[in-house]
């Protein structure tokens, strides 16, 4: 029997309308989809986001991906996943993992294809449009232009690396601002990307928050979980 | 009668079905696509990739997007442009203006865009993938993980600002790399960046090239026209 394949699918930022053709395409045929087990939200975000694309019938196959300390147990989840997902693919299933946005940037696809990269297991990931591109056609502001530089970072990098990014940025995305805005306030200030910074989370949906006078928010703001900050430097 | 509306649509990295399906759902009801009448790539590409959901009889509209140092003449070129889209508009005609890739990262799209931005004619632009996501999912490489940075500059940039952006990236997306290649590969080595590195062109297509020693490429190497590359850091 014909080996089943393994599917990478990035759902894009938000709006099913936003999945490619491609997408659509894979999962109408697929014949399980993989879930995060645990109470993980990207997941189940991702499967909403598909589900309009997904027949009714197609199997779900929970799979536990814990991030703790204890390195061993990660190792043990790890190889039953391995060893469940390489019996999937064996009886001739295609599975599909779905992800926010896109596989290949901050994702946690990546583990599910690195248990299958160097084995003889077919794996096609299918890219999909990242959150800040989601963001940047909704409100109207350019990512970049010309010969401009673009800076991505998620705020829960480490102070030192976040300043020294900062200060080499034409343009900078900042992702995953939450706890540290007091932090981020103050570096958007000191490296001039301030006075066209906007703060958007939910972009597209009803409960959307858009903020873009980033320099009067108070020190002690707490932005929405997981907002997303698009800015270029002051004299751009 | 009720105005028409604009539409920028990004078309992806260079597969059809890597379209959305939000793209593809405009393209069939427009009334009108917007083409550059010049000999520039992009926009015949893009609209070659945009082929198979364009229904036939759809009107295409040329207009002339030049770049030259004459600035009065781009100005009066601009302000006829304005005058025939709003035209169009007026006559209750939606157009559609195709670009490669997404149209808020370093796309001409901007122009059309802020033609309109003032006005109170109605414009829509869509997200597409950019050509660097198409390449990561195409190659298995990932963009950044977990609380890396990503940095992403066009070789085209002073090389002032290549050495100082450079210096501060966990990974990095260089795109338009072309006929500086002996700089950016000294760059590329000086900054750490050259283990991990890929360069790609026309990924996907029957005449893609993929070169994974960059190292070893002879200083006078000519890359393919519009070659980007992705690397990371050596220690990462």
Chains 1, 2 share one sequence.
Do not use: C
Not at 28 to 54: L, N, Q
Not at 151 to 159: E, F, N
């Amino acid at each position: 029997m014909a080996k089943g394949k393994l599917y990478g699918i990035g759902v894009g930022p938000g709006d099913s309308k936003l999945m490619t053709v491609k997408a659509v395409e894979i999962l109408r045929s697929a014949d399980m989809i993989i879930t995060p087990k645990t109470e993980k939200k990207d997941g189940s975000v991702a499967f909403h986001i598909a589900s309009p694309y997904i027949p009714e019938g197609t199997e779900i196959l929970p799979l536990v991906f814990q991030m703790n300390n204890d390195m061993a147990a990660v190792e043990r989840q790890w190889e039953e996943n391995r060893r469940v997902i390489m019996e999937k693919l064996d009886e001739g299933k295609n599975l599909v993992f779905l992800t926010l946005g896109d596989p290949m940037l901050y994702s946690t696809y990546m583990y599910i294809f690195r248990v299958l990269e160097d084995t003889d297991y077919e794996v096609e990931t299918v890219p999909g449009i990242p959150a800040f591109l989601g963001i940047a056609s909704h409100i109207g502001m350019p990512v970049a232009e010309w010969e401009e530089t673009v800076l991505i970072l998620p705020a829960t990098a480490s102070p030192e690396k976040i300043d020294q990014a900062l200060a080499a940025a034409d343009h900078a995305v900042i992702m995953k601002v939450y706890k540290n805005w007091a932090f981020i306030q103050s570096e958007l200030r000191k490296h001039h990307l301030i006075k066209n910074a906007v703060m958007v989370s939910r972009a597209g949906l009803p409960d959307e928050v858009i903020q873009r006078d980033l320099d009067s928010l108070p020190a002690d703001y707490r932005p929405n979980y997981l907002s997303t900050i698009l800015t270029k430097r002051d004299d751009l």
